[in-house]
């Protein structure tokens, strides 16, 4: 990631990692930087660990091509990880509210 953002600057906001040989994995998005407050992710800044000094707020990753759509559901879905999902975690592990949210709120993006 520190050698993107070398190249092209410390100018996105996201970045999708797409590997071009498949594995065996699901896609799925981390957060490297949160300011927003009240959705139930603390604030955090782990810019610097990725080469970005301010703008760089998180990195999905696509384990092939064939999961990779931008325009796809399954590129929202994982990019609502970060404000969706965290607003509506609640302290049981055992309730699926947080992955499977309340039908009014993105529930296209989640089911």
Known sequence: MPKLLE?????????????????????YHYVVRNAVSGIGLGANDLGIAYGSAARLKGITVFPGMTFFDAGARAHSHELGHVFHTQFFHRPTPARLDSYFPYPQCGSDLFI
Not at 7 to 27: K, L, Q, S
């Open 7 to 27: 190249r092209f600057g410390d100018a996105f906001d996201f970045v999708d990692i797409v590997f071009d040989r498949a594995t065996v994995a699901n896609r």
